[in-house]
């Protein structure tokens, strides 16, 4: 009776009726993994528009980016090679993956080079601090991944698992951060991609083995334990710096929710707001900034005496309340003028080395002015006076005629200068004061 129903359990969770031709799956990766022509391009535009939805804080832009990402292929491709121990298709995945990640991880930097949005915001920032939950993501998402594609009903995981493993936001993350020069944002976001990467092809590796696909023979036994001893290694490698960001994440976190817990239900009361609170590691010390009705030392040393049943022992407190917490206020709001007053210094300031560069612009012409008047008169002896000036022009001129001077040419009134000698001097003029455009009068 109970095997039977073990039996009918186990016959939900049978794959063998549904796998597809081994052969046709190896064919499919096989093609899946080149990157050239089309797939070079599609890539290069999901690059483009996973940097502009990381760039604007666009989630729905960044979920679109890795729907058309072929990202997949080679890392599947290097997976299943190891898993049939292919080492040709090895090569050929590994080498279309190095450059594919180069290609996208250029195309991401030179557009965050461009932009003008330059401020790193919270869809790129997540991006930066992979953990242990990332490689058990990526390695889940591989293995859903992995089944999918070796099943006739693939359905829609396939894409499911692009957005899940999110193999294009750490790399247009790791080209801002070479973009902008923060070399920290670039580790830390090519570190996820490659945790992507390798757990992706494990499960790949693994999901192979499960399936009992047939496997290439080695040339010898010796290179196929070299073989699998180089997997075990970038495996364990890749996890050791997760693991130890990971510890780190969840201490702070229990340390946060601690201090949460005890501010709630130790230091709160009628009449008083804990406005911020912080830890200071190296003097062990909780800082606690509270305004309104202070609190009693009676309630300040219960609150100390328990601080221990929180998980924060050996630390002091500190609450900084009354006076203390309104000079912070004001202080915080002195800094909010402070602020505002810099930035219109700083609009004053490039405003007045705006109108400081056109008046040396007046001022060159003027100076100007006297030695052209010497050299015309000699080579036009009807010259008298030329005057130089900088003429304003509207908008639509002046985008064209970035330097255009009117010319106030002053003659002898017995020996005007005829219409070709006038255009003689205009051109003569205009090559001599380096203008874009010359409006010649006469007064």
């Known amino acids: 009776m109970k095997r039977g129903i073990l039996d009918k359990i186990k016959a939900y969770f049978v794959l063998d009726h549904n796998i597809e031709d081994e052969q046709a799956i190896i064919r499919q990766v096989s ?20 940097s502009v939805g990381l760039n604007v804080n666009s989630t729905a832009v960044i979920i679109g980016a890795m729907l058309i990402s072929p990202l997949m292929g080679p890392i599947i491709g290097m997976g299943l090679a190891v898993g049939i121990t292919d080492l040709d298709l090895l090569k050929r995945s590994a080498k279309n993956f190095g450059v594919a990640s180069l290609i996208s991880v250029v195309t991401a930097t030179l557009y965050f080079l461009l932009t003008p949005l330059g401020e790193a915001q919270s869809e790129l920032l997540a991006r930066t601090s992979p953990s242990l939950y990332d490689v058990l993501i990526a390695f889940c998402g591989g293995a859903a991944g992995v089944i999918a594609l070796c099943t006739r009903d693939r359905g829609t995981v396939v894409p499911g698992v692009a957005i899940a493993t999110a193999l294009m936001p750490p790399l247009c993350t790791a080209g801002y951060g070479l973009a902008t020069g923060h070399f920290l944002y670039f580790l830390g976001a090519f570190y996820l991609f490659f945790i992507n990467t390798v757990f992706i092809a494990l499960s790949t590796f693994l999901g192979v083995r499960m399936m009992h696909f047939h496997q290439y023979e080695f040339v010898s036994v010796e290179r196929a334990r070299r073989v699998r001893n180089i997997i075990a290694s970038i495996v364990l490698l890749t996890m050791i710096p997760a693991a130890i960001m990971t510890v780190s994440i969840v201490r702070q976190n ?21 406005i911020a609170s912080s830890i200071n590691s190296d003097a062990r010390q909780l800082r606690v900034v509270a305004v309104g009705r202070e609190f009693s030392d009676s309630i300040q040393e219960l609150a100390q005496n328990r601080m221990k049943d929180y998980g924060l022992k050996n630390m002091s407190l500190a609450i900084i309340q009354g006076a203390g917490s309104d000079s912070l206020l004001k202080a915080g709001r002195k800094l ?82 005829q219409p070709a000698d006038q255009k003689k001097l205009r051109e003569w003029l205009k090559t001599r004061v380096k203008a874009d455009s010359l409006l010649l009068l006469f007064p």
């Not at 093609?31 to 996973?50: C, D, E, Q, T, Y």
């Not at 080395?353 to 080579?379: P, Q």
């Open 254 to 274: 229990f340390v946060d929710n601690n201090v949460r817990r005890f501010l709630s239900e130790q230091l709160s009361q009628s009449g008083t707001q804990v």
């Open 31 to 50: 093609k899946s993994v080149s990157f050239r022509g089309a797939n070079l391009w599609v890539l290069m535009f999901a690059i483009l528009i996973a």
């Open 336 to 417: 909010s003028d402070y602020g505002n007053t810099r930035r219109r210094m700083e609009e004053m300031t490039k405003q007045v080395v705006a109108l400081s560069g056109e008046l040396n612009v007046y001022k060159r012409y003027a100076a100007m002015a006297g030695d052209v008047t010497a050299e015309a008169a000699l080579l036009f002896p009807q010259v008298l006076q030329v005057d130089l000036t900088r003429v304003e022009v509207e908008a639509d001129t002046s985008a064209s005629l970035p330097h255009y001077v009117a010319a106030i040419v002053t003659t002898d009134a017995d020996r005007g200068l």
